[in-house]
């Protein structure tokens, strides 16, 4: 998953969203679509850091990344 820029401000958002999470609440998305709007960049954002990068930190970001998953399991 990439980050792109919104069509509309520029700002990023994530690969396969025309528009960022402030613009398609702008727009009247519903609440739930602009989440997981907002989820999906925050994801992106992360591979993106991790995508150059040296061993370390892509360590640190899977242990994130797990912990993420494990409490995204409790909801
Ligand atoms: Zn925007």
Redesign the pocket.
């Known amino acids: 998953m990439k980050l792109q820029k ?1 069509e ?4 990023p ?1 994530a690969e396969g969203l025309p ?2 999470p ?2 398609m609440e702008e727009s009247g998305a519903a609440a739930e679509a602009v989440t997981a709007a907002e989820e999906l960049r925050d994801i992106a954002r992360v591979l993106s850091i991790t995508a150059d990068t040296d061993a370390n930190i892509q360590e640190a970001m899977q242990g994130i990344l797990n912990i993420a998953e494990r409490l995204e399991r409790r909801f």
């Open positions: 919104c509309r401000c520029g700002k958002t528009f960022c402030a613009c």
